[in-house]
Structure formats: C-alpha cells, structure tokens
C-alpha cells in the first residue's frame, strides 16, 4: 500500500506494480477497468505513469486508457485522502443542514474547496448529490460507512475518532519499527 496519497508515487515504482497488476490478469483490453480499478484501490488514485504504463501493457493507445480513467466517476487522477468524506448536499440534506456540516468540515479541516485534501493526506472532502439515504439526512459518507441525522458536534467527533485511530496506528507502526531495528 502506498504510505502517502498526498506525496507522488516514483514513476519505477509505479510502473512495477502495474506491471505485477497487469501480469496477474489475462492483460486483455477488456481487462482494463478491473485493472485500473486495482491500480486505484493501491494509490488510492491513477497515477499518470500508471496510466501510461497500462496502455504499453495492453498494447492500446494512451488516449483510450485515459479516456477510460476520465469517464467513470469511480476514477480519481489526483491523490485522495486516506478518508474519503463525501457531504450529500441533495434537497432533503441541504434542507436539513448540509451546509452547516460542510462548513464545520471545511473549519475543522482547514479546507476551502470542494474535492481538496488536508496536507497530511488524510482527508479529502467532497460535496455530492442525493446518496440515496434521504430519510436519514443530513447523511455524510466516511469511506463506506454511512452516517446519518449528523449535527455539527457529531461530525467533530467524528474527525476527532479518526485522528485518534491514525495516532494509534503509527505508535504501532513506530513500535514495530522499533523492534525490527533492534
Ligand atoms: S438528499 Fe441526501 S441522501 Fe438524499
């Protein structure tokens, strides 16, 4: 898994796990979505070199790899956050306080527009259409769970759960740091 979303992948490094992606697969052109959709769950996005790296595999034109990679919403070519935080600011949602939350995540956050991430790579926040859960708006999506009939202090609680899960998990990488140095 690539530590840092926010800190570009080596293009070597890139093209390797394409390579191993690709190779695992029959390599057809048909087997360009699951393949890019691979690439994504590693990078948490499509870097340019895979894109690059897919085409001369599959032995298809660039153009139709990022085509593809541009069509489906399912598909980000910028770095996201390890927390995808999607506000729904559908009719039931705005109606009842969606952008109440969102400016209290663009607070707390230190965002300002709409898709961007926290330096530290871990959040990225993002405004969408009706998610399907109107009866329990205002609904926010963290990665995929679901919440809903949020306030202003649950969503702070929260970002405030999810720091603390990161904070453990690097004492716990540190801690296996340390014994493997040892
Ligand atoms: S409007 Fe938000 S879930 Fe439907």
Known sequence: MHANPIAPAAAEDVEAAVQRIVRSTPARRMDLIPILQAIQAEYRYLPEAALRCVARELNIPPATVYGVATFYSQFAL???GKWVIQVCNGTACHVRGAKRLLDALNRRLGLTEN???TGDGLFTLEIVSCL?????APVVVVGDKVHGQLTEEAIELLIDHLEAEEGQGEKVEEAGREVRSR
């Open 78 to 80: 910028n770095p996201k």
């Open 115 to 117: 898709g961007s991430t």
């Open 132 to 136: 399907g859960a109107c009866g329990l």
